[in-house]
Each structure stands twice: as structure tokens, then as C-alpha cells.
């Protein structure tokens, strides 16, 4: 993570304590860790994504933490990928909410932070596996069955994209992996 790299935002709810969204930093790794222990549980191992991280850093340029008095709610990763050799491409997820503060529009608030910096480092395709009738509401798509494939079991129907740049989709097609850049 870059020293430079700036995202913070805070947000004053009423009669409450503001909450930051801002970069992820090295030091939030433990507390990202039990985050994601307490929101997904042990299973989230034998994911296909999880497979597609392996082995890469933990904390790249857009993943995004909220914080309220220092107790981190929640946090989403992001991570740089090629599909089929091309670079200029994200996965998205994990996206974790500590149980105690769903459905409060941190989730919502941490994707939106992590577009917005995708977008001015020229990030061109954003891509999960994921429920549509939530991610379509950030404004996800299904990708055409079989265009991306993942190392690993998943159901096509379930891999989604958003585009930071109209028509960047059909630039990528083939297998996705973790990026070397």
C-alpha cells in the first residue's frame, strides 16, 4: 500500500459516532482476520476465489476498511487479476460486516471507495462471484456464461462484472488469475 494513497471518507450518522471508510493498512490484518472469522465462518476456504488469492498480498491499492473509535466493522479486498493474460482487471471480495453492523450500508460504502480508486488508477473491469440481486444493485452484470473462468469450481451464473469504462467486458475473455503486476 502506498503511503499517498488516499480514500478516507467519514460518515456522521445522527446521534452516533462518525464512521471512516478509508485504505486498508498492514496493521488492520488482524482485525480484518476476525472480521472475516465472525462474518463468513471456516467455509469461505474452499471457495474458487479464495483459490484465485492464494499466495498473493493481502492488502493491495483498493481494499477498503470502516472504522468506528478505532473498532474496525468491516473490510473488502480486492484484487488485482488477469483474464486470459489481460492486465487492468480487479476481483472483488471478500466483503466482510462485523454481525453486529449488517445492514447499515458499510458494504455498499466500502465497494463504492474501492471502484472509486480502481477507476483512477485506470482499472478497466471489476469481477466477483457473487448474488446478483445484490451486487446488480452497485451495478454488476452477468458475464456471458464461459467468457471467464475461474481455477476451480464455480457457478457461472453467478460470476458478475462492472465495467469502469463503457464496452471493457468484451476485451476480456479467458482463464482469470491473480496478477504478478
Given amino acids: 500500500m502506498s503511503a499517498g494513497t488516499k480514500t478516507d471518507v467519514t460518515i456522521k450518522q445522527a446521534n452516533q459516532k462518525p464512521i471512516s471508510i ?66 487492468g482487471a480487479l476481483l472483488l471480495g471478500p466483503i466482510a460486516v462485523d454481525p453486529d453492523y449488517l445492514n447499515k450500508g458499510f458494504g455498499r460504502a466500502l465497494i463504492d471507495a474501492g471502484i472509486a480508486a480502481a477507476r483512477k488508477r485506470g482499472v478497466q473491469l471489476v469481477v466477483l462471484v457473487g448474488d446478483s440481486s445484490y451486487y446488480g444493485r452497485l451495478g454488476f452484470s452477468p458475464v456471458p456464461p464461459g467468457q471467464i473462468e475461474f481455477p476451480g469450481p464455480v457457478n457461472t451464473a453467478r460470476i458478475l462484472a462492472m465495467e469502469l469504462s463503457a464496452g471493457t467486458l468484451t476485451k476480456f475473455s479467458g482463464a482469470l488469475r491473480a496478477s504478478t503486476q
Fill in 22 to 87: 478509508r485504505s486498508a493498512r498492514h496493521e488492520d490484518l488482524h482485525a480484518i482476520a476476525d472480521t472475516h472469522r465472525r462474518a463468513l465462518g471456516p467455509g469461505r476456504f474452499a471457495l474458487t476465489a479464495y483459490r484465485v488469492r492464494e499466495g498473493t498480498p493481502p492488502i493491495s491499492d483498493y481494499c477498503q476498511v470502516a472504522e468506528c473509535d478505532n473498532k474496525l466493522l468491516a473490510a473488502v479486498r480486492f484484487t488485482p487479476v488477469t483474464i486470459g493474460g489481460q492486465h
